[in-house]
Each structure stands twice: as C-alpha cells, then as structure tokens.
C-alpha cells in the first residue's frame, strides 16, 4: 500500500522546512506524494514541484486558506493554477490583512509585558507570511513560554489576551477563488470547527452549496472513529475525502511527516477531478 500527505506547510508560510527539504524528507520517508498546502502564498510551490520531478516523488499544487465562516474554518485548495493572476492578487491581499494584523499582536503582547519586537518574528518567518507561530517562537526565544503550544494556549488563541483577529475571505469567495484558478476546494481538518455531528452537518451541507468538493477525512488530531465518521460523511455528499498531516517541521514538533496512513487511492480520485474540471 502507498501512502500520501495532502497537507503540509513549508517556510513560504509557517513551516520550518523549505520547499525542497520536505520534498527530500517526504521522498526519504516512503511517502508517495505530497501537496504542498502553505497559508495564503503559492511560493514554494515551483521549488516543491521541480524537487518532486528530480526526486520522482509526486507534488500536489495547494494553498491554505482561513475563512470567514465557523471558528477556524480552513479551505484547502488543490491542482490550483499557480500562475493563474487572480488567484495571486487575491493571495497578495490576504497577506496584506496579515501584515495589519501582526503589529496589533504584538502591541497587545507588549502592553503584556512580553518585550518582543515585529522585527523579531519577522526574522522568525523568513518569508512573506508571517503567522502565529513566528509571534510563538519569538516569545519562546525570549523565554516568556517554554513552548509553541503554551504561547497558543495562553496567549494566541481566539479569546486570549494577545490575540487579533485577522480580514479573511468569506468561505464563499475562498471556494471560488479555488475553483476559478482550476482547483478543487477541500474543506480542512473538520474537527477543527468544533461543532456538534448536526452541526457540523449543516455547515457542510451550506459549503457543499457554495462550491465545496472534499473534506480531510484524515488529520494528525482526528481519532479512528472520527475519521471513519468524516469518511461517511463525504459518501453522504459526495465530496471527495482526502488527508493530510499538517506537517510544520519543529513549529508543530508533534507532528512527524509519514505517520499518518492516507491511502493513495484518495489522490488517484481527486486527480480525476481536477482532469474532468481543467478539460475545455
Ligand atoms: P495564523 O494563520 O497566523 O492565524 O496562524 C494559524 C496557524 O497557527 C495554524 O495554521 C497553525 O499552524 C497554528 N496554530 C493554530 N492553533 C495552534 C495551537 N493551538 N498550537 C500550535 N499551533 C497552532
Ligand atoms: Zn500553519
Ligand atoms: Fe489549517
Ligand atoms: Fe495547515
């Protein structure tokens, strides 16, 4: 059996691994395919891709995008046309909302006394987006957490002190934005909306309307039983189930590339969906 990983991020948003290195480590780990799936940016898509072809190991084009709609709502998108203008004018402002809000956290932290600096985090982020865990590995260096997951709990989750919220994307747009540069929108880790099986049902039901063509069946955080249930889930609206681990590198140290079984009989499926919907 071949397995693959449809959700991973590298330094082009808030991975520790550049786009090749996790090429290597994926092709190092038995992996048969990986999507590259960074937030609000397609930079390393082409260094990912060219590094697949060296290595003979496939690389799925994707994007993560935060959405306006349910507590942390993400839509991934996959087999985008990474060089299609809309899609990178769109991106480019959904960077732009960033970039108002970092300096808004770091204000809060600072009046919490946390002395750290934009700058710092900048440094910390390398590329264009800079997120979260670049504002939790500057107050870890200063030594004001003892870890990326304490820096979240206690100060960078919705409703703690250090928190800002951030412009997103109504799902809507994010759905379309996807499917008009050719690719197939994907509804993330649903465990993450934290709702009720009704609920989440709905929430579904109204995405599915909106353009939504999968969902992550498997994710790091997701138990058996959930997956499984997440897979019946995609058979009731026929969404494609797909699955990925959220790799970060040592921003999220729990999570190891090549742990997580997703089947590669997911992948040949949304393949067949991105030929039918890219065919003229
Ligand atoms: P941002 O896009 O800047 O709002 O940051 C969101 C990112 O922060 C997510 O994609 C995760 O990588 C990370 N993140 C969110 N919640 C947590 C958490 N509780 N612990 C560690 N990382 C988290
Ligand atoms: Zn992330
Ligand atoms: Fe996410
Ligand atoms: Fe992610």
Request: aromatic share 6%; hydrophobic share 40%.
């Amino acid at each position: 059996m071949s397995y693959i990983d449809l959700h991973t991020h590298t330094t082009a948003s808030d991975g520790t691994l550049k786009p090749q290195e996790l090429v290597r480590l994926a092709e190092k780990t038995g992996l048969a395919a990986i999507a590259v799936t960074d937030h609000d940016t397609v930079e390393g898509l082409e260094a990912a891709l060219e590094e697949g072809v060296a290595l003979g190991l496939e690389v799925v084009p994707g994007v993560e995008i935060s959405v306006d709609f349910i507590n942390e709502t993400h839509i991934l998108g996959y087999f985008i046309d990474f060089y299609d203008p809309n899609l990178r004018t769109a991106l480019e402002r959904l960077r732009e909302f960033r970039r108002k809000r970092n300096p808004l956290m770091v204000e809060r932290l600072n009046q919490l006394g946390f002395a750290i600096t934009l700058e710092e985090v900048a440094r910390e982020a390398g590329g264009k987006v800079i997120g979260r865990p670049h504002i939790a590995k500057a107050l870890m260096n200063k030594g004001y957490v003892k870890s990326i997951h304490e820096a979240f709990a206690l100060y960078l989750t919705q409703g703690k002190p250090g928190y800002v919220d951030k412009e997103k994307l109504v799902a809507q747009e994010a759905i379309e934005l996807i499917t008009n540069s050719g690719g197939i929108a994907v509804l993330a880790h649903p465990k993450c909306l934290q709702l009720d099986l009704l609920d989440l049902e709905k929430a579904v039901q109204d995405l599915v309307q909106l353009g939504l063509k999968g969902i992550e069946a498997y994710y790091s955080t997701h138990s058996q039983p959930e997956t499984q249930y997440y897979l019946q889930l995609a058979e009731k609206y026929n969404l494609l189930p797909t699955g990925g681990s959220d790799f970060h590198g040592s921003n999220k140290p729990e999570i190891k590339l090549g742990k997580l079984a997703v089947p590669y009989h997911l992948l040949t499926k949304l393949k067949i969906e991105a030929q039918i919907r890219q065919a003229p």
